[in-house]
């Protein structure tokens, strides 16, 4: 079975740091790319970055380019998300999920059609 | 940055035909594809590359495409079809955009 399992939920503190995982599971993990994808409280998706992991080609959205760091190790096909310093306003829920890429370039877009079951952080003082 | 645009709300009564609109300007250059997410789960692929359906979605689900405008419609709509509605696309730099999202409210 093709799945994504993502960690635990989260309890932090504003300018603690944080990495949430993503581990793929019944598929080739270096031949599909994992995006990550917030959505706060009661709010709609937002399309946080991707990663290859089969070479670590990496694109964030501009929204996010800075503000989280996306990595992988393909030796355990784990996917990462993580912060330095975080805010409260990163309180969501973090999905990951496999980039399918129909049109077979990147830049022809794709589309997640695996989700992993969410990573709910909570930062609050 | 790119958008995409949808209703904030659809309404219809069952066994009727729902239909979600998303536009945006790059969209007769990119495909387009939907997803269905009801409350407390994760998003499900219902409709890639425009108008193609995913194994294990019911044919009730389709998908079309008329310039900078794509269209989710759901035939014969159940009450199990209630849920929120996200279009999907990238913009030509390859940054992959989320539209608002519908509710669609099952009457």
């Known amino acids: 079975e093709v799945q994504l399992v993502q960690s635990g939920a989260e309890v932090k503190k504003p300018g603690e740091s944080l990495k949430i995982s993503c581990k793929g599971s019944?598929?080739?993990?270096?031949?599909?790319?994992i995006g990550w994808v917030r959505q706060m409280p009661g709010k709609g998706l937002e399309w946080m970055g991707i990663?290859?992991?089969?070479?670590?080609?990496?694109r964030y959205s501009p929204s996010f380019q800075g503000q989280v760091t996306i990595s992988a190790d393909k030796s355990i096909s784990t996917a990462y998300l993580q912060w330095s310093s975080l805010k409260a306003s990163d309180t969501a829920m973090y999905y990951c999920a496999r980039g399918a890429l129909y049109s077979g370039s990147y830049l022809e877009g794709g589309a997640f059609d695996i989700w992993g079951q969410g990573t709910m952080v909570t930062v609050s003082s | 940055s790119y958008e995409l645009t949808q209703p904030p709300s659809v309404s219809v009564s069952p066994g009727q035909t729902a239909r979600i609109t998303c536009s945006g300007d790059?969209?007769?250059?990119?495909?387009a594809y939907w997803y269905q997410q009801k409350p407390g789960q994760a998003p499900v692929l219902v409709i890639y590359?425009?108008?193609e359906r995913p194994s294990g979605i019911p044919e009730r689900f389709s998908g079309s495409s008329s310039g900078t405008t794509v269209t989710l419609t759901i035939s014969g709509v159940q009450a199990e079809d209630e849920a929120d509605y996200y279009c999907?696309?990238?913009?030509?730099?390859?940054?992959?955009?989320f539209g608002g999202g519908t509710k669609l409210t099952v009457l």
């Open positions: 590359k425009d108008s």
């Open positions: 990663i290859y992991p089969g070479d670590s080609d990496t």
């Open positions: 790059a969209l007769p250059k990119q495909y």
């Open positions: 019944g598929y080739s993990f270096t031949s599909y790319w």
């Open positions: 999907q696309s990238a913009d030509s730099s390859g940054i992959w955009v």
